[in-house]
């Protein structure tokens, strides 16, 4: 069993930063791939950005360029740098480990961005 809690959210200014990071507790396995999904009010989940244990990563299009995923093992942590934020990534922002066939999730963390 996974337990995935996520901390950084909170309001930004359009054009701000921030930072998301997500402890998880249990174990974690190299094949786990680790990652960030976004929900906006009245819109399904989406996928931000994923990151393997080696390293490879995959982003939404809509945050190339402006947002980072980065893993650190030894922790057991991910990150989501956020740059360049704008009103449409207002979302509630998820933890996820795949472990094929599961998924867990965090209970996720609340990003506004508005002036």
């Known amino acids: 069993q996974v337990q995935l809690v996520e901390s950084g959210g909170g309001l930004v200014q359009p054009g701000g930063s921030l930072r998301l990071s997500c402890a998880a507790s249990?174990?974690?396995?190299?094949?786990?791939?680790m990652g960030w999904y976004r929900q906006a009010p009245g819109k399904q989940r989406e996928l931000v950005a994923v990151?393997?244990?080696?390293?490879?990563?995959n982003y939404a299009d809509f945050v190339k360029g402006r947002f980072t995923i980065s893993r650190d093992g030894a922790k057991n942590m991910v990150f989501l740098q956020m740059n360049s934020l704008n009103t449409e990534d207002t979302a509630v922002y998820y933890c996820?480990?795949?472990?094929?066939?599961?998924?867990?999730w965090g209970k996720g963390t609340l990003v506004t961005v508005s002036s």
């Open positions: 990151i393997t244990s080696g390293g490879s990563t």
């Open positions: 249990g174990m974690i396995f190299s094949r786990d791939v």
């Open positions: 996820n480990v795949h472990r094929f066939p599961m998924n867990y």
